[in-house]
Each structure stands twice: as structure tokens, then as C-alpha cells.
């Protein structure tokens, strides 16, 4: 998606003519004879005016650049910033995530590891379909990424009162679940199965206690569809290795580093790491192209690794051959 022309920066030869033009249009209603020789001296870079308005109009350029800049990132499609992610997210009521508390009692104290500005804005895409309860499947996916984060509601009768009371409950626990997807295993049969992948287990499988947390929280009489019988399953891991040898040709332009290709092939393992994944060979051979090889050849894995609406790719070894022939 292109800029929208409201956000586009202006080059600054036609903000410059834009300026100097403004500037002989305003002098030559009091003085023709002024306003041409103004317009030979702001067109000349040997004078001095000349070179003080373009140093103004640089600086002007700068100026909307910065501003089209924050603008910008008012919108999901171009927010890079993470203070801004937090304020967009708002919008739903959302909030950053814990992966892992923080600790205190060590020197010096260990912050707490937050959610990554890719995962906030995912839950902030499915937010919308929170209204539907778990009615869709991006409702079900919704609510499992936002564990325990509704508050329990509760309807109280007293005498001559009705209490609505909200409990809200400790948010400042890590989130377990990393992804979820439903399926129903029965067409039209109402029986959905949610699939659970944990940030408590390295390679994703969800343990007994979070697979019923997980099912409490669906089956909740705000959240659940009363048609739809839900039950939850652990992710399995599907392992596979990133094998490859990079070929630099000798050339001092080709040149890559062994640790930083294994660095780019362990993030590429934890993007892809995620239910109904795919682990293309081609996306493999285009990181380490992108380092700068020469040549890429990828052993490992045989074959792109495609995985079922409950099965998330795990990457158990990165392996990089680097070869100057």
C-alpha cells in the first residue's frame, strides 16, 4: 500500500520553487522592479539569500517528514513505534502482554520480558471479532490470546437492589498461550476443538493445567456460543533442522558471517513458529542471499515443512556451512 498524497513529502526542488515564487509574488505587489531582482537573487546560489532559503526549505522538508511520520502512526497499516502500538491497542482495551515477570529480588533487578509489538497488533487485528463472543473462529483464536483478561462478571440480588459485580482478575501472571487455532471436527456439529500452542514448553506442547484453564475461559456464558461444545489440545511439534552452506565466492563483497547467519535462521525458525506454519526452503536460501552470499544451498529441510491447523513447525538445530569457493 502506497502513502495516501496527505503524507507524501514534498521534493525539494518544487518546495523550493513554491517558496521563491510565493516570496516574488507578495514583493511585486508593492514593487515589480524589486520583486525581479529579489527573484534573480533567491534563484542565484551565489547569493546569499539564496542559499538561507534553501537551507529553510531543507529544514521545512525535515519538518514534514517528522510530522507525516507521526501522523502515520495513528494507523495499524504503518505504526512502527512501540509507545504508539500500546496507544492503538487501547482502542479495544488492550494491554501488553507479560511473557516472563519481573524480578527484584536479584542486583541488578531483571525487567520483566514483554509482548513483542507484532504480537499486541495481531490480537489488536482480531480484536473486532470479540463482539461476536466465540461465535468465529477468529473469536475463539481472540479470546485464547487474551487469556483471563475479560473480567467475571457476576449478577447479585439483594433486597430491593440487583449488584452487578466485576472481579477482575491478576494480569501481571505470564501469558502462556503463543497461538490458538479452532477447528470443528464435525461439520455442522457444533463441536470445536481449539489447538494450544504454550510459551511454557520450548517446543510449544500445552500442558494439562493450561489446556483447561484455556477451556474455562471459552466456555464462560459471556464468551461461548450455547450451540458449540469446545474442547482444547496441545500443538505437536513438528522438528525439523536448518541445514545450509553458504558460498561467498571469495569475493570481499559476498562476505558473511557464520554467527549472524545462524542468528537470522533462528529468527526466521521463531517467526514461523506457529500453528498451521509453513517453513519454506526458498525463504530459508533468501535470508542468507540477503546477508550477502553468493551462492545458497539448503540441505535441511528436504522438504518445505507444512504443518496441519494443529501442528507448529519446531526448529530443533541451525546449522550454516559458510565457503569461500
Known amino acids: 500500500m502506497s502513502l495516501p498524497k496527505a503524507f507524501v513529502v514534498p521534493e525539494f526542488e518544487t518546495l523550493l520553487s513554491e517558496y521563491i515564487q510565493a516570496a516574488v509574488a507578495y514583493c511585486a505587489k508593492s514593487?515589480?522592479?524589486?520583486?525581479?531582482?529579489?527573484?534573480?537573487?533567491?534563484?542565484?546560489?551565489g547569493e546569499l539569500l539564496a542559499q538561507v532559503t534553501q537551507a529553510f526549505v531543507l529544514k521545512r522538508v525535515a519538518e514534514i517528514r517528522e510530522q507525516n511520520h507521526q501522523a502515520l502512526q495513528m494507523f495499524r497499516?504503518?505504526?512502527?513505534?512501540?509507545?504508539?502500538?500500546?496507544?492503538?491497542a487501547l482502542q479495544y482495551g488492550l494491554k501488553r502482554q507479560i511473557l516472563t515477570p519481573s524480578d527484584n529480588s536479584i542486583f541488578p533487578p531483571k525487567p520483566a520480558i514483554m509482548e513483542s509489538d507484532a504480537s499486541l497488533l495481531q490480537r489488536f487485528d482480531l480484536a473486532p471479532y470479540q463482539f461476536h463472543t466465540t461465535g468465529t473462529?477468529?473469536?475463539?483464536?481472540?479470546?485464547?490470546?487474551?487469556?483471563d483478561e475479560r473480567p467475571l462478571i457476576k449478577i447479585e440480588s439483594e433486597p430491593d437492589a440487583v449488584v452487578m459485580r466485576y472481579e477482575f482478575q491478576h494480569l501481571n501472571r505470564p501469558m502462556p498461550v503463543?497461538?490458538?487455532?479452532?477447528?470443528?471436527?464435525?461439520?455442522?456439529?457444533?463441536?470445536?476443538?481449539?489447538?494450544?500452542?504454550?510459551?511454557?514448553?520450548?517446543?510449544?506442547?500445552?500442558?494439562?493445567a493450561l489446556l483447561k484453564r484455556v477451556a474455562d475461559y471459552l466456555q464462560r456464558d459471556d464468551i461461548a456460543?450455547?450451540?458449540?461444545?469446545?474442547?482444547?489440545?496441545?500443538?505437536?511439534?513438528k522438528l525439523y533442522r536448518?541445514?545450509?552452506t553458504v558460498y561467498t565466492g571469495s569475493d570481499p563483497s559476498s562476505h558473511v558471517d557464520k554467527a549472524q547467519a545462524e542468528q537470522a535462521a533462528w529468527a526466521l525458525a521463531e517467526k514461523r513458529h506457529k500453528l498451521n506454519g509453513i517453513v519454506d526452503r526458498e525463504e530459508v536460501a533468501h535470508i542468507l542471499y540477503e546477508l550477502g552470499a553468493k551462492r545458497a544451498k539448503v540441505h535441511e529441510p528436504a522438504a518445505d515443512v507444512i504443518?496441519?491447523?494443529?501442528?507448529?513447525?519446531?526448529?530443533?538445530?541451525?546449522?550454516?556451512?559458510?565457503?569461500g569457493d
Request: glycine content about 2%.
Open 225 to 237: 456460543q450455547e450451540s458449540d461444545e469446545i474442547t482444547t489440545k496441545s500443538a505437536a511439534p
Open 137 to 147: 473462529r477468529m473469536g475463539y483464536k481472540f479470546h485464547a490470546l487474551t487469556l
Open 31 to 45: 514593487d515589480t522592479d524589486k520583486a525581479q531582482l529579489l527573484h534573480q537573487a533567491m534563484t542565484n546560489d
Open 307 to 323: 504443518c496441519q491447523w494443529d501442528q507448529a513447525p519446531y526448529c530443533t538445530e541451525v546449522i550454516i556451512d559458510v565457503r
Open 77 to 88: 497499516k504503518f505504526v512502527t513505534e512501540s509507545d504508539m502500538v500500546d496507544l492503538l
Open 178 to 208: 503463543k497461538d490458538a487455532m479452532p477447528k470443528m471436527l464435525v461439520p455442522n456439529s457444533g463441536k470445536v476443538c481449539v489447538a494450544v500452542l504454550s510459551r511454557e514448553h520450548p517446543q510449544g506442547i500445552a500442558s494439562a
Open 242 to 244: 536448518i541445514v545450509a
